[in-house]
T-cell receptor, first 111, second 110 residues
């Protein structure tokens, strides 16, 4: 049982480049989330999903897109990277909307 | 949406002393309040949670209290140890979305 797996762990992007952050969970959780964590700040919700085929915006969705084609996978897409997107990104999942399990995070730098 | 405020932002205590971290929330409909511990460079991990039908919950050296009327909840760590040093986040929710506080950096001085 691997839990929540995120890839890559680190990435440097140039302004305007695109990339996809991968997130997979093997706990059969319905709920999945993407958060960003800026230095000295709390976690801000980007997007979430309550099940396959359903996604919703969180507090800070601009500049990001998601899809949920399967229960296991919830990739986060950055289309035109900007310096403001430099952050640590965490994927999380839960069975009932409580007690998140977080992935190990992706540290993204946009230069 | 919900607004969660967390205080203090930093806290230093001597080993063996107690530490208290406080959070307030704005939405009276919030009914679930988890606390997460994040060690440096690691992922946040759930350490304790409380639901709105309970006033207090304890797990060994960690306890959480909830005052629904005043809309605040607190994390209490007793007999602190150096391994308790981390950033602690509170959160509040009444739906699928969690709203996190900005975190408290706790340092336990040996």
């Amino acid at each position: 049982n691997a839990g929540v797996t995120q890839t890559p762990k680190f990435r440097i992007l140039k302004i305007g480049q695109s990339m996809t952050l991968q997130c997979t969970q093997d706990m059969n959780h319905n709920y999945m989330y993407w958060y960003r964590q800026d230095p000295g700040m709390g976690l801000k919700l980007i997007y979430y999903s309550v099940g396959a085929g359903i996604t919703d915006k969180g507090e800070v969705p601009n500049g990001y897109n998601v899809s949920r084609s399967t229960t296991e996978d919830f990739p986060l897409r950055l289309e035109l990277a900007a310096p403001s997107q430099t952050s640590v990104y965490f994927c999380a999942s839960s069975y009932s909307g409580e007690g998140y399990t977080f992935g190990s995070g992706t540290r993204l730098t946009v230069v | 949406g919900e607004n969660v405020e967390q205080h203090p932002s930093t806290l230093s205590v001597q080993e063996g002393d107690s530490a208290v971290i406080k959070c307030t929330y704005s939405d009276s409909a919030s009914n679930y309040f988890p606390w997460y511990k994040q060690e440096l460079g690691k992922r946040p991990q759930l350490i304790i949670d409380i639901r709105s039908n309970v006033g207090e919950k304890k797990d060994q050296r960690i306890a959480v209290t909830l005052n629904k009327t005043a809309k605040h909840f607190s994390l209490h760590i007793t007999e602190t140890q150096p391994e308790d040093s981390a950033v602690y986040f509170c959160a509040a929710t009444q739906s699928e979305q969690f709203y996190f506080g900005t975190g408290t950096s706790l340092t336990v001085i040996p």
